[in-house]
């Protein structure tokens, strides 16, 4: 079993700025791509930004340069730094992690974080 553990949410002014950060822990033998996601009230879930293992990034289009997605594979944990701010980034931001635990199988399972809320304020 994976567990991810997010932390660094909370409230901020309009054109400030937050950093996430998420712990991965567990059976862990190697970690494919890890992203962060996020869902405002009535809204679906959406990919914000994602990081390969080679550190491949990609960014939803409405917070391309303003965040910044990194990861640290020796520590197994990703960070969002989230600048410039807005009252639409104001969401539930979830970490997901696609992990490889058994290298026998070589099986990705799915994991993600119990999410942290991030709320912008105008």
């Known amino acids: 079993q994976v567990q991810l553990v997010e932390s660094g949410g909370g409230l901020v002014q309009a054109g400030g700025s937050l950093r996430l950060s998420c712990a991965a822990s567990g059976s862990i033998f190697s970690i494919k791509t890890m992203g962060w996601y996020r869902q405002a009230p009535g809204k679906q879930r959406e990919s914000v930004a994602t990081?390969?293992?080679?550190?491949?990034?990609n960014y939803l289009d409405s917070v391309k340069g303003r965040f910044t997605i990194s990861r640290d594979n020796a520590k197994n944990t990703v960070n969002l730094q989230m600048n410039s701010l807005n009252s639409e980034d104001t969401a539930v931001y979830y970490c997901?992690?696609?992990?490889?635990?058994?290298?026998?199988?070589?099986?990705?399972?799915?994991?993600w974080g119990q999410g942290t809320q991030v709320t912008v304020s105008s």
């Open positions: 997901k992690a696609l992990v490889v635990s058994d290298i026998g199988s070589g099986i990705v399972w799915q994991y």
């Open positions: 990081i390969t293992s080679s550190n491949s990034t």
